[in-house]
């Protein structure tokens, strides 16, 4: 089980990697064309060099239209793509201070209960996200200038989300595991670096 709960999280990071990767050379292509259209309207290209002005101007170099309307989806999905590997590898941010002189068992319990109740979170989230998803769908809504139906941002984000619970319901399974028997079923931990 482990195995497939390790590919399932491996895969959705992989898919959010390339469309951070996207987002990243989509905001870098706008923000050079929208330099270069301001370039090209500029008074000092206008009176030094004209002819490249206006041959900047006439290409249609400019902002990517909708920008900000895919940047704003695409991160969102990003997020919950890398939501469940963070989970199983327990990278998430931790504060420690007091509870790592605490004897093992009460460490593994403390943990599974906080594993608990972040799977609980993040099935509530999926949840809400649905609903949004159907409502989005329900009422039509798109964005305001590549006119794309919202519900298509919330479904993605509800895909990562929905292997997120997977994820987290494992790692919840794991660590009450882990507690009756000292060692839950999960990959080494990474934890946040400080």
């Known amino acids: 089980m482990l195995t497939l709960v390790t590919s399932l999280a491996r895969l959705m990071a992989l898919i959010g990697g390339l469309v951070l990767t996207g987002l990243v050379v989509l905001t870098c292509a706008s923000v050079i064309g929208r330099g270069l259209n301001t370039l090209g309207h500029s008074e000092w290209m206008t009176a030094t060099l004209p002819g490249l002005g206006e041959a ?40 420690d201070i007091f509870t790592s ?10 943990v599974a209960f906080w594993e608990i109740a972040l799977a609980g979170a993040i099935i509530l989230i999926t949840c809400r996200l649905w609903f949004g998803m159907t409502d989005k769908m329900r009422y039509g809504e798109t964005t305001f200038l590549l006119q794309f139906p919202i519900w298509w941002a919330y479904a993605a984000s509800f895909a990562g989300a929905l292997a997120a619970s997977i994820v987290a319901v494992y790692c919840a399974f794991a660590r009450v595991i882990g507690v009756r028997t000292g060692h839950a079923p999960l990959p080494g931990e990474v934890g946040a670096d400080h």
């Open 56 to 95: 900047l101007i006439a290409s249609g170099v400019g902002p990517i239209t909708g920008d900000f309307e895919l940047v704003e989806a695409g991160i969102a999905f990003a997020i919950f793509a890398f939501l469940p590997v963070a989970q199983l590898y327990g990278a998430h941010a931790t504060v």
């Open 101 to 110: 002189r605490m004897p093992g068992p009460a460490q593994r319990t403390l």
